[in-house]
């Protein structure tokens, strides 16, 4: 008799997979093995820069993909599906990236303008002049 039951084999071998799939991929010399240099590839890179954008938008897409086509879940092939909302999320990933989270991260590192000379007033106490005798903060 196994240790691991039926109904536990499948997902234990599952995760047996994506543990030597991953482990290989996180440690290691960077540019070496197998699955570093397939995850090198430019169109995986690409994909990876925008993969959250994808994990935002597929759902939704799946949403209206079912409302558009009147079709449910289980009910049209695995491959169609698949093929129309990946293309859907990965065009709608990219252009929310160009156009939104790209900007946003170049605002953010953007340093803060200083103009020379710049005198903005300073609450008192904060560093700035003494606020005058007999006045309270």
Do not use: C, N
């Not at 293309?87 to 953010?108: G, H, I, N």
């Amino acid at each position: 008799p196994s240790l691991v039951g039926p109904s536990l084999m499948r997902p234990t071998l599952y995760g047996l997979f994506a543990l030597f799939t991953v482990a290989p991929a996180v440690f290691g010399p960077p540019r070496e093995g197998l699955i570093r240099r397939f995850l090198q590839l430019r169109p995986l890179a690409l994909i990876g820069v925008v993969s959250y954008g994808v994990y935002l938008w597929h759902e939704s897409w799946m949403t209206l993909w079912f409302k558009w086509t009147g079709d449910r879940l289980f009910t049209l092939p695995f491959l169609e599906l698949f093929a129309a909302v990946t293309a859907l999320a990965v065009a709608s990933a990219t252009l929310s990236y160009r156009l939104v989270e790209r900007p946003v991260l170049r605002w953010r590192r953007a340093p803060a303008p200083v103009q020379v000379g710049d005198r903005s007033p300073v609450p008192a106490g904060a560093g700035g002049e003494l606020p005058a005798l007999g006045t309270s903060t």
